[in-house]
């Protein structure tokens, strides 16, 4: 039986190679996930589109070309629709620091204080990305709809997490397990469509 083949995940976020790793495995998907934070001489790539498409794709392939090995990636974000579809692309950098959960979340929260409960719609969407060393390629994209709370609950996701309640349910994706958050969020709905893509690489 062939080893499961190795794919580094275009992130050095910490949180979301476990959780990609986890979506992947209950998908059946037989590959050995490794962080591109494996592989020193590789240079973050800048997040130049405009879209989530066109960003997971410029990581994906640089990551794919640097290290010669299948490259997964995915961008994602949050879109409110009282604040015209952002933050969009710029989720993780919505405050002006890239990374900076706390301040993104306290922004977003600050710019819909006046928005009533009932326009506080909001969706995450992420686009995942898988490309080979030769240029191939192919992307996916999951999305769960839900509303905006006031403030944030639960400690077990991170970005937007605390402040999103997904359609249908009472608790924000903060609040809700691994598992549960897997099965229906964004990130776990665009990889479980990739992980087809992935199987052909076994």
């Known amino acids: 039986?062939?080893?499961?083949?190795?794919?580094?995940l275009a992130t050095r976020n910490a949180h979301k190679v476990p959780e990609i790793a986890r979506i992947l495995s209950a998908a059946g998907t037989p590959?050995?996930?490794?962080?591109?934070?494996?592989?020193?001489g590789v240079d973050d790539v800048e997040e130049?589109?405009?879209?989530?498409?066109?960003?997971?794709l410029l990581k994906a392939h640089a990551v794919a070309a640097a290290t010669g090995l299948p490259a997964l990636a995915d961008d994602s974000g949050l879109s409110?629709?009282?604040?015209?579809?952002?933050?969009?692309?710029?989720?993780?950098?919505?405050?002006g620091v890239h990374g900076d959960d706390a301040a993104n979340l306290r922004l977003v929260l600050a710019q819909l204080t006046t928005v009533?409960?009932?326009?506080?719609?909001?969706?995450?969407?992420c686009?995942?990305?898988?490309?080979l060393?030769?240029?191939?390629a192919w992307?996916?994209?999951?999305?769960?709809?839900?509303?905006?709370?006031?403030?944030?609950?639960?400690?077990?996701?991170?970005?937007?997490?605390?402040i999103f309640v997904p359609s249908g349910s009472s608790r924000t994706t903060a609040e809700l397990t691994p598992d549960e958050k897997d099965a229906i969020s964004h990130r776990g709905r665009a990889f479980r469509a990739i992980a087809a893509h992935l199987a052909t690489l076994s």
């Open 1 to 8: 039986m062939s080893s499961a083949p190795k794919v580094v």
């Open 31 to 40: 590959v050995s996930l490794v962080s591109v934070a494996d592989f020193p």
């Open 48 to 56: 130049t589109g405009l879209t989530f498409e066109e960003n997971a």
């Open 80 to 95: 409110v629709a009282a604040l015209g579809g952002m933050p969009g692309v710029f989720s993780a950098r919505w405050a």
């Open 116 to 125: 009533p409960d009932a326009a506080r719609q909001a969706a995450f969407v």
């Open 127 to 131: 686009v995942a990305a898988l490309a």
């Open 133 to 136: 060393p030769d240029g191939t």
């Open 139 to 162: 992307t996916a994209e999951g999305r769960v709809d839900g509303v905006v709370v006031r403030a944030p609950r639960g400690s077990n996701g991170f970005g937007y997490d605390p």
